[in-house]
């Protein structure tokens, strides 16, 4: 027999079931079913990014509202690591404004995606509109040749 939470005290779920959606789990940052306020971790873990590849390029299209250009920083680090990062500001609060929800997201975030060697680092492109950056690595026209080597088995 399982222990459960009454219905009357706003329960009526097993609350020793690590897999019942309804008690949280260690992965749930309260966001979802508490109205969280979207702390640092949240926005972190919710900096949604497409990376596709395309003939000419790879193309990453990361989702950032609320986010100024000016608080985005897009850099290449240790020669081939492409890092997105920024800031969401927190909305100013006047005193006597009454909240009733929070759920905008907000705090740091970055997102960092290894390059492959086909990526020209020197012509990357970026521009960010309606809260969404687009960032453009070319490719290279031709991969250097590896230095590889058969060796025959005797």
């Known amino acids: 027999m399982a222990l459960s ?17 309804r008690t949280g789990s260690p992965w749930d940052t309260g966001r979802l079913w508490r109205g969280g306020a979207g702390d640092e971790t949240t926005a972190l873990a919710h900096t949604f990014v497409d990376w ?3 003939d000419t390029a790879h193309i ?22 492409l890092e997105i990062s920024g800031e969401r500001i927190k909305e100013e609060e006047n005193v006597g404004d009454t909240w009733h929800r929070v759920e905008r997201r907000r705090g740091s975030f970055r997102r960092s995606f290894r390059l ?3 990526a020209n680092l020197d012509d990357i492109k970026c521009s960010m509109e309606h809260g969404v950056l ?13 230095n590889v080597r058969l060796i025959d088995i005797s």
């Open 116 to 118: 492959p060697v086909n």
């Open 134 to 146: 687009r960032v453009v690595v070319p490719k290279v026209g031709h991969l250097p040749q590896s």
């Open 60 to 81: 990453f299209t990361a989702e950032i509202p609320g986010a100024r250009k000016e608080d985005v920083r897009v850099q290449v680090v240790d020669q081939n690591v």
């Open 5 to 21: 939470t009454s219905p009357w005290y706003g329960g009526g779920y097993d609350v020793w079931d690590p897999f019942d959606w």
């Open 52 to 54: 596709r590849e395309t």
